[in-house]
């Protein structure tokens, strides 16, 4: 079974460009979560889709990022325009639902971002 | 705001010395308890889940244990390929909330 594939790996930048990233998840989960994780700091959650609804984006850093599932399979976030503080590894995960007990998130291996 | 802190930041063993690694979190209901190791450039693997105060899990040379307010995730005899960083990551009302990391070395 294919895990949760990111494209770009890599992705180099200069400020005030538009970057958008990609997300396929798991086949069959329906859950799809973003994270960030910037230099010297802890991962930290962005948002959540169930399916094509944005179940949770309370951590978005601001409304210069926007993130899609069309149809509720891949997952775009585009940031747009980008900074220098947007700098860092963009992590997506998936799961698949559960009821009750909290879901086992799988991740993929990231795309490392670096604004100039 | 739930917080996950983990400990040391930093740990280097011989081979075969056995240690633990210690996360403490902050949640009130705790939905699961995770853990995962990182290796340089890849994602974070599944390790483990934890649900409630007293459960164990094993695999291999590894054993998460959980309480009321600690998960420990013990190494018995490690071996040079376990090197890695290891996160921990609480879920209550939100989604994970991860530690910062033990970055782990185990010298041959």
């Known amino acids: 079974e294919a895990g949760v594939t990111q494209f770009p790996s890599h992705s180099v930048i200069e400020k005030g460009q538009t970057v958008t990233l990609r997300c396929d998840p798991i086949s069959g989960h329906d859950n799809l979560y973003w994270y960030r994780r910037v230099m010297g700091k802890e991962i930290k959650f962005l948002l959540h889709?169930?399916?094509?609804?944005?179940?949770?984006e309370s951590g978005m850093p601001n409304n210069r990022f926007l993130a899609e599932r069309t149809g509720g399979t891949y997952s775009t976030l585009k940031v747009q325009p980008a900074e220098l503080e947007d700098s860092g590894v963009y992590f997506c995960?998936?799961?698949?639902?559960?009821?009750?007990?909290?879901?086992?998130?799988?991740f993929g291996p990231g795309t490392r971002l670096t604004v100039l | 705001e739930d917080q996950v802190t983990q400990s040391p930041e930093a740990l280097r063993l011989q081979e075969g010395e056995s240690s633990s690694l210690n996360c403490s979190y902050t949640v009130s209901g705790l939905r699961g308890l995770f853990w995962y190791r990182q290796d340089p450039g890849k994602g974070p693997e599944f390790l483990f889940t934890l649900y409630s105060a007293g459960e164990e899990k094993e695999k291999e040379r590894l054993k998460a244990t959980l309480t009321k307010k600690e998960s420990f995730l013990h190494i018995t005899a490690p071996k040079p390929e376990d090197s890695a960083t290891y996160l921990c990551?609480?879920?209550?009302?939100?989604?994970?909330?991860f530690g910062k990391g033990t970055r782990l070395s185990v010298i041959a």
């Open positions: 889709f169930v399916k094509e609804s944005k179940q949770d």
């Open positions: 995960a998936s799961s698949s639902w559960t009821s009750g007990t909290a879901d086992t998130q799988y």
């Open positions: 990551a609480e879920e209550g009302n939100t989604p994970l909330v």
